[in-house]
């Protein structure tokens, strides 16, 4: 801020222009809403940036401007001029300190590694976000695990969630082999977690061989093509 401005501002006792204060305040406000397609309600100024504002300032137009890469996290950068009835009153430059709010899936309460995800929608700063978080949709695809300890109120995202597998490791599965006339059907357990469709490795309980495999039912392990056959001695498969 310029000196000759800055003691021109400092003339004017803050509860002055209060009224030009709080007309301004709520120009930023719908401003920034307007940038972030947000709504002025989400926008919170922690600090205007400026104390004062010359009795002009009171009545007239405020126009505000910023740059396209604004983010408004935290400090902004904002331009402000303040035209009277018949001329200019003010031109400046302020830093606001901003923080603005976006209602998203949190964690609600604590959740333990591999525990299944509890949530609620909250209305949390935006600075909390680490990355993308999930939106309702894709929760609501499926079953979701903790990868980590969540505390109570954790924005949600890929980074800190998994999907429950259809089938998990250490989970005894029938292991099946053979041909389109032929079912060997023998008893294994999985190696590692997996979905229906994917390679995974199963140990056979009585040999305690490890084989690759299709997993393709909760509980059925395939270590050749999958037959009709095959089909029909898993209990599971529709």
């Known amino acids: 801020m310029y000196p000759a401005l800055l003691a021109t501002l400092l003339a004017f006792p803050a509860e002055g222009t209060a009224p030009a204060l709080a007309r301004l305040e709520q120009a930023l406000q719908e401003h920034v809403a307007e940038k972030l397609r947000a709504l002025p309600e989400d926008v919170e100024i922690l600090h205007l940036g400026i104390s004062s504002l010359p ?9 505000l401007d910023s740059a396209a890469s604004e983010r408004f996290r935290g400090h902004a950068t904002v331009m402000v001029d303040i035209y009277g009835e018949s001329d200019a009153c003010i031109s400046i430059k302020i830093r606001p300190h901003l923080r603005t709010w976006v209602e998203v899936p949190v964690a609600d309460g604590v ?24 939106t309702v949709e894709r929760l609501e695809q499926t079953t979701w695990l903790a990868r980590t300890t969540l505390p109570s109120g954790t924005p949600l995202s890929e980074t800190v969630l998994r999907p ?8 005894e599965v029938i292991v099946l082999s053979g041909s389109r006339t032929l079912v060997i059907k023998t ?20 040999s305690h061989v490890v084989h690759d495999g299709v997993l393709f039912a909760p509980s059925c392990v395939a270590t050749a093509t999958v037959t009709e056959r095959m089909k029909e001695a898993c209990p599971n498969v529709p």
């Open 187 to 206: 008893e294994g357990r999985l190696v590692a977690d997996a979905f229906v469709g994917e390679t995974v490795r199963v140990a056979n309980l009585f």
């Open 164 to 171: 429950r597998p259809d089938a998990s490791s250490g989970q």
């Open 55 to 63: 009795p002009c300032a009171s009545a007239g137009t405020i126009v």
């Open 111 to 134: 959740i333990r590694p591999g525990e299944e995800l509890q949530w609620v929608n909250a209305r949390v700063p935006v600075e909390e976000l680490a990355g993308s978080t999930m």
